[in-house]
């Protein structure tokens, strides 16, 4: 079946701009979860879904960035203002329910780039 | 929080080598431990998990080990083949909280 699937694949934008990174989770997952991954680094914990709902955004470096997440299905990860620094690969995850020990499948990821 | 810590960062063997891959971790409450593959340009996959109640699982050349008394966990790839070659995750989580905490990521070179 269909996997998780992202857009854009790659995201070119001017400092400042702002901009949206969508994911497409497996059908049925109830939890989605975003990740950002810089060059050479570990994935970074951004925010998760259950549903629609975000139990835990802690992990969103600022305020210029936010997720949101409509009939339990696509997400959309917002970047305003943005920043250099905000260059990096955006991976999103699903799975079939928020547990532990519950097998997250990832997307291709979204390579954006902020000239 | 949780902190998990990878070793080495970049590993570089013959092929038909054994490698193995080292992550620590800090809370004793963590009991589910994923290993993920990244081939390079692509998404991360699960390739092997351990659970707190057992010590090892091995799926034909890939094995996981766990020492919950040291709180390290290691994966293990025997006859490595250059098709092995990629970054390798390690993560931690435990029951209650949904986020894994993964490894820095060690990058697998296998040379023919």
């Known amino acids: 079946g269909a996997g998780v699937s992202q857009s854009p694949s790659n995201k070119v934008t001017e400092k400042g701009k702002d901009v949206e990174l969508r994911c497409d989770p497996i059908?049925?997952?109830?939890?989605l979860y975003w990740y950002r991954q810089s060059l050479g680094q570990g994935l970074e914990f951004l925010i998760y879904?259950?549903?629609?709902?975000?139990?835990?955004k802690s992990g969103l470096p600022s305020d210029r960035f936010s997720a949101e997440r409509t009939g339990g299905s696509v997400s959309t990860l917002t970047i305003q203002r943005t920043q250099q620094e905000d260059s990096a690969v955006y991976l999103c995850a699903s799975s079939a329910k928020a547990a532990n020990a519950d097998t997250q499948y990832f997307g291709p990821g979204t390579r954006l780039t902020v000239l | 929080g949780e902190n998990v810590e990878q070793h080495p960062s970049t590993l570089s063997v013959q092929e038909g080598d054994s490698a193995v891959i080292k992550c620590t971790y800090s809370?004793?409450?963590?009991?589910?431990f994923p290993w993920y593959k990244q081939e390079l340009g692509k998404r991360p996959q699960l390739i092997i998990d351990?659970?707190?109640?057992?010590g090892e699982k091995k799926d034909q050349r890939i094995a996981v080990t766990l020492n919950k008394t040291a709180k390290h966990f290691s994966l293990h790839i025997t006859e490595t083949q250059p098709e092995d070659s990629a970054v390798y995750f390690c993560a931690a989580s435990k029951g209650g909280s949904y986020i894994p905490t993964f490894g820095r990521g060690t990058s697998l070179i296998v040379h023919p």
């Open positions: 879904f259950q549903g629609n709902s975000a139990p835990d």
């Open positions: 059908s049925g997952h109830t939890a």
């Open positions: 809370d004793s409450a963590s009991n589910y």
């Open positions: 351990i659970r707190s109640n057992v």
